[in-house]
């Protein structure tokens, strides 16, 4: 159906950068919001940061100012510049979708398998 592959994660030292990538494949019709979250082990996902088709964006209040997400529909394709980073952003980074196959008349959300950021001296 759907698959969500991402990509650009590791380690990287307090005060770098970092860009995530992640690519929709399968017989998509149209994809509505895109986005990150993250997870740490014994806590529960959290919300990252949201972008739609038209580019309005919306961020977590912890990642404001040092993450960008943006976009290319022609691609199906959502990325997440992460600038300024701290230890407390360690996680596994998961990519999230609502996708539209091209039989069916509604959106169904697709996650990606998640790739391990890690900030660390």
């Known amino acids: 159906q759907v698959q969500l592959v991402e990509s650009g994660g590791g380690l990287v030292q307090p005060g770098g950068s970092l860009r995530l990538s992640c690519a929709a494949s399968g017989s998509i019709s149209s994809i509505n919001v895109m986005g990150w979250y993250r997870q740490v082990p014994g806590k529960q996902r959290e919300y990252v940061a949201t972008?739609?088709?038209?580019?309005?964006?919306n961020y977590a209040d912890s990642v404001k100012g040092r993450f960008t997400i943006s976009r290319d529909n022609a691609k199906n394709t959502v990325y997440l510049h992460m600038n300024s980073l701290k230890p407390e952003d360690t996680a596994v980074f998961y990519c999230h979708a609502s996708v539209r196959l091209s039989w069916q008349t509604y959106y169904v959300n697709y996650w990606g398998q998640g790739t391990q950021v890690t900030v660390s001296s």
């Open positions: 972008i739609t088709p038209g580019g309005s964006t």
